[in-house]
């Protein structure tokens, strides 16, 4: 068996959002759930279904990023950190380890 993932998890407002790997007899999957005070909800992505929810989520990165280089910057439409020497669109300083 390969070792999966360690889980992880970010906090927006006043949700947690945690990314929880595991596996069935279905294969390995990853598990996104929303918390907030009186709410759960969750969406189990299957391993090989990964690198198109990662593509997808990058172009909407990429697509924001241009958006917002290219016009007027406000409150509302703050410019995206770019002084990260790591490139890759998703940050990974904004993912927490769970312990």
């Known amino acids: 068996a390969s070792k999966l993932p360690k889980s992880k998890f ?8 945690y990314f929880d790997t595991g596996s069935n007899n279905r294969g390995v999957f990853l598990r996104i759930s929303e918390v907030r005070a009186n709410l759960r909800a969750a969406i189990t992505i ?3 279904s990964w690198p198109h929810f990662r593509d997808n989520i990058n172009e909407f990165i990429i697509a924001m990023e ?3 280089n290219s016009g007027v910057l406000t409150e509302d439409n703050p410019p995206l950190n770019t002084d990260n020497e ?9 993912l927490s380890e769970n312990k």
């Open 10 to 17: 970010v906090h927006v407002g006043n949700k947690n959002f």
């Open 66 to 68: 241009k958006e917002r």
């Open 46 to 48: 299957p391993e090989k």
């Open 86 to 94: 790591d490139k890759s669109p998703v940050p990974h300083s904004s």
